[in-house]
Structures are given as C-alpha cells and as structure tokens.
C-alpha cells in the first residue's frame, strides 16, 4: 500500500487531489431504474477500491448514495487497515456526506461501522434541529446558503489536511464537481451487462453541458476480469 501522507499532492494547490472511482455498466448506468444499486464488478474491482480508500485522505459522497445505498465507506482489508495506523493514521479515511438539508439518517452505516473520523457538509438552510443532532455523530461543516458551495468545501478540506480526496458518487455531486472545474482524475470499471432504462442513472447527472464540454486525457484502459477499467486526466480541472 501506498503511503497516504506522500500521496500526489503538490501541497500549492488550494484544495485536495480529487479523483472518481466507480463501476458502470456498459450502457454507463451505475444503478437500475429504481435507483437500486447492482453488482457491476467482481472481486477483483473491489479489492482495488479497497486499496484506493486505503490509500486516501477521505472519502466523499452526496447524500442520493447514502439515501439509496447506505454505504460504509470503511476500508475492509484488515492488512490495509493495520498498515494505515502503523503510519499513524485512522483505521479509515475520514467518511464525508455532502448534505445540503441534513436529510441523513442517524441510523446510517457510515455513523454505525468503522472507527474514524466523519463530516456532514450542510448548507446554511438545513435545519437547525436536525444539524444539531448530526454534530453528535460527526462534524459539521456549514457551508453555501441553499446548496453545499463545493468550491469552498474543498478548501475547508485542504485547510484540515486533507490532500487527498477519493469521491464515490452519487451522479449529482459528480456533475457539481465536474462543471466547477473540482476533478483531476477519473477511474470507470465498465461491466460486461446492460442495465437500460431512460430514469436509471448515469456516472454524471446535473444538468449537463451544452458545449465547451469537459475534455479527459487517456492514462490507461485494461481489461479486468470481464470488464475494462478506464483512468483518465481531466483536463480543464482547476487549482
């Protein structure tokens, strides 16, 4: 495993590396119609996602994934795990919920497994009792009037030193980092099925470009049990 503290970060740039890592089907869906996550990949993939929260400052998701999948975004090798605290870090990655109302859930697996450190990112108009209750489970980060201001939330993160930072879905907070110029890489393991289905989601929701679209740079394509795990550079990202 990768050492996180020394991991691609040039520690000038206002916010952390940010990457995207997920699985999609061959039709670029990553769930059915009914928002339903499915089985996409193999052992394989998740081992290696595995080793990429290993290796990472945080973990981010919007609150769709946690609403619809109920991740715990934990790392699951115990000689990952064990290698992480030997470096003097948590077991896990600090689990971040990008939540602009503070719909989540307490009963969450993200506050229910795993040791560490987690942090909801709410908005100025989220509810007050309902943040209030969140901060005795993790820490808060009120940040945007209506909408969680990912620009700022990831400086906020930087400052807390995270440099770091792998983004896990869902395809809404995609898009928002995307158009804002927030992602440095990409990684899609594309699965051998097809999902269909014109409501299903796709990797990038939002509302989409009209032109000037966002422009990647191959890194690598393999094949990979019965899919292909693409990496790709982005190229308009921002500092």
């Excluded at 064990?82 to 939540?99: A, Q, T």
């Excluded at 602009?100 to 989220?126: L, N, T, W």
């Excluded at 394509?221 to 790709?232: A, F, N, S």
Aim: with cysteine.
């Amino acid at each position: 495993m990768s050492n996180p503290t020394t991991i691609a970060n040039d520690g000038k740039s206002a916010r952390p590396f940010v990457f995207i890592n997920a699985a999609m089907s061959a039709d670029g869906k990553i769930a059915t119609m009914q928002r339903r996550q499915t089985r996409i990949s193999g052992n394989l993939d998740f081992d290696r996602m595995d080793e990429l929260r290993a290796t990472s400052y945080a973990i981010m998701v919007g609150i769709g994934t946690v609403l619809s999948d109920n991740p715990s975004l934990t790392v699951k090798s115990k000689d990952r795990l064990e290698k992480r605290l030997s470096i003097g870090l948590s077991e896990n990655p600090i689990r971040i919920v990008v939540d602009s109302m503070a719909r989540i859930p307490q009963s969450a697996d993200i506050f229910k497994k795993g040791k560490g450190k987690r942090i909801i990112a709410v908005s100025e108009s989220a509810p007050a009792e309902k943040v209030r209750s969140l901060s005795k489970l993790a820490d808060i980060i009120c940040i945007g009037k209506k909408r969680v201001d990912l620009i700022k939330l990831l400086s906020e993160l930087k400052n807390r030193g995270i440099n770091r930072l792998m983004v896990e879905g869902g395809a809404t907070l995609i898009w928002g980092l995307i158009s804002n110029g927030l992602v440095d890489e990409v990684y899609t393991f594309v699965g051998n099925i097809i999902i269909g289905g014109k409501t299903a989601p796709t990797l990038v929701d939002g509302e989409g470009y009209a032109s000037d679209f966002c422009k990647l740079t191959l890194i690598s394509c393999e094949v990979l049990e019965e899919g292909v795990l693409i990496k790709w550079k982005v190229q308009s990202s921002k500092v």
